[in-house]
Nanobody
């Protein structure tokens, strides 16, 4: 069955870095755009960015551009989110997801992980 399993979350101090990973199985990983989303307490889920099938294009939303980036390894079926210079407002549950299109519209994503919590605090 399809599985997306996020890992790497935790407590991190402002200004520090954290790398999230997402291991995929049960579907043709290399045929899917992989996205990262987050949901902070009391807020709606929002897109963070995505990477295209072969990794040649990475799109990050304005709030994280220049601080976060996404990479993927199609041989290991892993997509990662590198988070640098984190801020308290980055605190959220982070999800990876798979879509057939290059989009950050959550409704277009077919498969979702369970999420990993990131808390940014001193």
């Amino acid at each position: 069955q399809v599985q997306l399993v996020e890992s790497g979350g935790g407590l991190v101090q402002p200004g520090h870095s954290l790398k999230l990973s997402c291991a995929a199985s049960g579907f043709p990983f290399e045929q899917y755009t992989m996205g990262w989303f987050r949901q902070a307490p009391g807020k709606e889920r929002e897109g963070v960015g995505y990477v295209t099938r072969n990794g040649d294009l990475i799109y990050m939303v304005q709030d994280v551009r220049g601080r976060f980036t996404i990479s993927r390894d199609n041989t290991e079926n892993i997509v990662s989110l590198q988070m640098n210079s984190v801020k308290p407002e980055d605190t959220a549950l982070y999800y990876c997801a798979a879509a057939s299109y290059n989009t950050l519209q959550a409704a277009q994503y077919s498969y979702w992980g369970q999420g990993t919590q990131v808390t940014v605090a001193p």
